[in-house]
């Protein structure tokens, strides 16, 4: 069975400390606790991540987005030969254009950049 190398990108890490957080003000032993099971989430994406649905924001980006849920959370993630890029975990509450605005960094060398994209987001 194939396996893939599972990378959280900054923004995952990012979304991961700021839900933690949130959850560790009401809860401390029920944050600890969804963390472990988030890792042990994503850490099943190391088989089979294919085996995932799309995510909604696929629509939008024109990207093959993947999503994992986990408890209250989805992991936004794409797969790139051998490796898994967790993108974003977002709360599953969250409106998807939301969601889209910044989501995805393609790895992919044959995919030019937008550089009009890029002077939109530093506005």
Known sequence: MKTYEVI????????LSEAYLYIYRASPG???KWLQGL???????????E?????????VLGHDLRQLVYASHRIIF????????????R???MRTLEAV?????VEDEDTPSRPEEDEEDRE
């Open 39 to 49: 890792y042990d989430a994503a850490g099943s994406l190391e088989t089979m991540p």
């Open 91 to 93: 709360h599953v509450s």
């Open 30 to 32: 029920n944050a600890t």
């Open 101 to 105: 605005r910044g989501l995805v960094q």
């Open 51 to 59: 085996s995932c649905p799309f995510a909604r924001e696929q629509e």
């Open 8 to 15: 959280l990108r900054a923004e995952a890490e990012q979304d």
């Open 78 to 89: 794409s797969v790139d030969r051998d490796k898994v890029y967790v993108h974003h975990i």
